[in-house]
């Protein structure tokens, strides 16, 4: 078979396989040229009359510049005289994109015709670097980068240097940038860069920076810094420097407030203080009960010191004059605060019980009840008055037993029940008497007077009982019940009004000093001996221009006693001779105190008169004066071994009892 041949400089010839053109064959001259960097240039010539009649010819193009390109195409003897020559250029290589074609049609009418086809082929290439901009058909994304071509390096220009779509995207390009999660300017030393040809964007609170730097990048208070010194103390490497809290002298010894301390950094982490260990605040125990005052300033203590006597290392008690009281111990039927929550006699502890006025037929009506006593144990009562009244109740519970006029109808005044049961009375024209629930067994009169006798105290010692007595004008008597009273001395003018003591050799009288119920007075008594044995008390706080006189007064302890009287005037006693006034109720009473008890510092009752159609019932705590209870008749005395156990008694009948 017999072709054309292609022909240029290096003579490139378009022919059948195996066949080679012959010289009087017509042929086709194409000159080619292209105006860019091309890779390839394909001529391709082709029957025009028939389908699968062509060859082809491709040129490699190695100095990828601008050039012509000269071929000669001769007809195949089979072919017909119409010839379609195609050239076409491709980007980069002959697989490269086809970026420029020509077609043309030939005819050559006979033998020995040589046809002239000049061909110019161009393809956009504005930046020259061999590649074709999209538009052209090429592969270039910015034909205005010579930087910018397929496989091309990346390199942080803000262009799309190899043509991947991306921009600056390159595997480790650009600068490394580390992450700042306290936002404080610094980056964390410790994690891995992010390389980027810019400060990458903002991931929730990270933020990139260019510099790794931060010791604690959890810390915005932690970064290089230039000071000598940090400006924290909190046990961390605030400046990254690797030393921690310069600057600041910690581990030196302190005692401050205790001794056996070191500085350590403070709370607030802006110095130093002292770890030494605290001291314990230790507060009065007054009462014993185990429970600190609230209300006293603490004492501290350091460990291994001694604690100051009588303090505990709490403060639980609300009223540390009463050792019934305190926080933690279970509440009683008492008529107090027991558990320090503010309540009295809370959760039915009292079994429905409380104060009352009794109604029993032997107490009401128009008795005039002057005095109450009750034995050791509580029981018996013992109730007597003006006229002879006289009533008891020896059974809990149990309805007074009328026994008026059994002793005569003195108006007794004061009275006092042996361990036996039985009641010892004192009252006026000097008048004694003795009864034992059944019978009146004594009754006898002081042999130097007809005074009233106002105070009786009795002491039992074996089988003998003791008393000591005195009355109204100044005097002072002991008496052993089967044998005569023995005077010891005359006072006159003064007057007694109330006696108490706790022994035969220690007895306190109060009364009056004038004997016109003007100036409070008070005498206290060894027992024996005459007028000078006695020795006056000094009394100190009593206002200016007081007018009266003291009532009644009653020692609880070689300490502690207290007297009352007119005008709500309450007296207590350091111990020995003087006597101080307590502050009156908040109320501002005026009335006339008419008797009182002193068990212990924090159980001091007493009753009054306040008017002609009141008598209140009061105690005094550590924190004041509490009212017990109001009735609406003035009442004239009360007796209690305990507080869970309390009488009290008055004028029209009236007897008061708690818990009834």
């Known amino acids: 078979m017999r072709g054309l041949a292609l022909f240029s400089t290096a003579l490139f010839v378009l022919h059948g396989a195996g066949c080679l053109p012959w010289a009087s064959e017509a042929a086709v001259r194409v000159e080619v040229s292209y105006h860019f960097k091309a890779g390839c240039i394909t001529v391709s010539a082709r029957d025009a009359e028939g389908r699968d009649r062509e060859a082809s010819e491709r040129l490699e193009v190695l100095d990828r510049g601008p050039s012509t390109v000269v071929l000669a195409?001769?007809?195949?003897?089979?072919?017909?005289?119409?010839?379609?020559?195609?050239t076409t250029a491709h980007e980069q290589s002959c697989e490269g994109p086809e970026v420029a074609r020509d077609v043309r049609t030939v005819k050559l009418e006979k033998k020995g015709d040589i046809?002239?086809?000049?061909?110019?082929?161009?393809?956009?290439?504005?930046?020259?670097?061999?590649?074709?901009?999209?538009?052209?058909?090429g592969t270039d994304c910015d034909d205005a980068d010579k930087n910018s071509q397929p496989g091309g390096i990346e390199v942080c220009d803000d262009h799309d240097n190899d043509c991947d779509g991306t921009v600056d995207q390159a595997q480790g390009l650009g600068s490394p940038w580390y992450p700042d999660v306290d936002g404080d300017g610094f980056g964390d030393r410790s994690a891995a860069p992010v390389m980027s040809c810019s400060q990458p964007p903002v991931s929730g609170t990270t933020r990139y920076v260019q510099n790794a730097t931060d010791c604690r990048d959890s810390d915005p208070k932690t970064y290089p810094r230039a000071d000598a010194n940090e400006a924290r103390c909190d046990?961390?490497?605030?400046d990254c420097d690797g030393t921690v809290d310069e600057g600041f002298a910690k581990g030196t010894a302190c005692s401050t407030p205790c001794p056996g301390g070191q500085y350590v950094c403070n709370a607030s982490k802006d110095g130093l203080s002292c770890n030494a260990p605290a001291p314990t605040s230790y507060y009065p125990d007054a009462d014993g009960d185990g429970a600190g005052d609230e209300r006293a300033a603490p004492v501290p203590v350091c460990p291994g010191a001694t604690p100051p006597a009588g303090t505990v290392a709490n403060k639980d008690d609300c009223?540390?004059?009463?050792?019934?009281?305190?926080?933690?111990?279970?509440?009683?039927?008492?008529?107090?605060d027991n558990t320090c929550d503010g309540q009295r006699d809370e959760g039915g502890v009292c079994g429905g019980k409380g104060w009352s006025v009794l109604s029993d037929p032997a107490l009401t009506g128009t008795r005039q009840w002057k005095t109450v006593a009750i034995g050791p144990s509580g029981l018996p009562v013992w109730v007597a008055g003006d006229n002879g009244v006289l009533a008891v109740r020896t059974t809990a519970g149990q309805s007074f037993k009328s026994l008026d006029t059994n002793c005569g109808t003195t108006n007794w005044r004061a009275s006092w029940v042996r361990p036996d049961g039985h009641v010892f009375l004192s009252g006026d024209n000097g008048r004694l008497a003795e009864h034992d629930g059944n019978t009146c067994l004594l009754q006898t009169t002081v042999a130097t007077s007809t005074n009233s006798l106002t105070g009786l105290q009795g002491f039992t010692s074996g089988t003998t009982t003791q008393f000591y007595i005195a009355d109204q004008q100044g005097r002072m008597y002991s008496w052993t019940p089967g044998s005569a009273t023995q005077e010891h001395y005359n006072e006159t003018p003064p007057t007694y009004y109330g006696l108490h003591g706790l022994s035969p050799t220690q007895l306190i009288a109060v009364g009056d000093k004038n004997g016109n119920d003007t100036v409070p007075y008070i005498i206290g008594y060894p027992g024996s001996g005459g007028l000078p044995a006695r020795t006056q008390h000094t009394l100190t706080g009593v206002p200016g221009g007081y007018s009266g006189a003291l009532r009644a007064v009653w020692m609880g302890s070689s300490s502690l006693a207290y007297a009352v009287g007119d005008a709500g005037l309450v007296m207590k006693w350091n111990g020995a001779t003087d006597w101080t006034r307590v502050n009156p109720p908040s109320d501002g009473t005026s009335a006339a105190f008419t008797s009182v008890v002193a068990l212990d510092p924090s159980s001091i009752y007493t009753t009054d008169a306040s008017s002609l159609t009141t008598g209140v019932i009061r105690r005094l705590s550590a924190?004041?004066?509490?009212?017990?209870?109001?009735?609406?008749?003035?009442?004239?005395?009360?007796a209690l071994n305990s507080p869970d156990e309390i009488w009290a008694v008055g004028d029209d009948g009236r007897v008061v009892h708690f818990p009834e």
Request: proline share 3%; charged share 35%; hydrophobic share 35%.
């Open 235 to 238: 046990d961390l490497d605030d």
């Open 319 to 336: 009223d540390d004059q009463d050792a019934r009281n305190r926080r933690g111990r279970t509440e009683a039927c008492d008529d107090r």
């Open 115 to 137: 046809e002239q086809l000049a061909i110019s082929l161009d393809a956009p290439d504005a930046d020259g670097d061999g590649y074709v901009a999209l538009a052209g058909g």
């Open 623 to 638: 924190t004041g004066w509490v009212i017990a209870r109001t009735v609406d008749k003035p009442l004239r005395d009360l």
């Open 73 to 86: 195409v001769f007809r195949r003897q089979s072919w017909s005289h119409t010839l379609e020559i195609t």
